[in-house]
């Protein structure tokens, strides 16, 4: 007696985005390494003693994705690319209202080794990338796609192209000119 191998991630976002919820449900367990995998890069791209943990960030990205409104899923690597746009997300408002919180509220006397760490605050710099890339999309909407699903997302040039549903040298070309504009954007 075998038992039947059960829905593959690609079945489940389709039925998920047919508007079936216990398919996500499905879904997450298959994804969640992948997922874990993802934040702990974008966690460790972030200052020392950040305090929003891995699973942290993933939990809050499965909240955000279960309220997402149907979507036609394309495969796994479009679930990925939107699950990285959520966690881009997330990392940059925590970002924000952490800096929120340092310009009001009480002044505190800065020695000047936590001023030095202060200036090389990652967040700062998500936050500057996030404004980049929001700008760029202004102006190209695909090439700053092809950023976020390859920088945010860590999906490959043949796995953007096909989320994208254009080509491999397409990609490239896009993420080239991407990454010179977005450098000028950043050095201003």
């Known amino acids: ?92 408002e925590f970002a924000r209202q952490r800096h929120r919180q340092k310009r009001g509220g009480e002044l505190q006397r800065v020695m000047l080794d936590d001023a030095m760490e202060v200036a090389q605050d990652k967040g700062a710099d998500l936050v500057a990338l996030s404004d980049a890339l929001s700008a760029l999309a202004a102006v190209d909407h695909r090439m700053s796609q092809v950023v976020e699903l390859r920088f945010f997302g860590g999906l490959s040039v043949e796995e953007t192209a096909e989320v994208l549903t254009v080509s491999s040298e397409t990609v490239m070309r896009d993420w080239k000119t991407a990454k010179v504009w977005l450098l000028r954007e950043l050095s201003r």
Do not use: C, K
Request: aromatic share 8%; net charge positive; charged share 20%.
């Open 1 to 92: 007696m075998t038992s039947r191998p059960g829905p593959n991630a690609t079945e489940l976002l389709v039925a998920w985005g047919n508007g079936d919820q216990s398919a996500f449900d499905q879904l997450v367990p298959l994804v969640y390494q992948e997922l874990r995998s993802l934040a702990q890069r974008y966690i460790r791209q972030e200052r020392p003693g950040h305090t929003l943990q891995a699973t942290a960030l993933v939990n809050e990205a499965y909240l955000r994705l279960v309220d997402i409104n149907r979507i036609q899923w394309q495969n796994r690597a479009h679930f990925m690319a939107v699950a990285a746009q959520a966690m881009r997300r997330i990392l940059v």
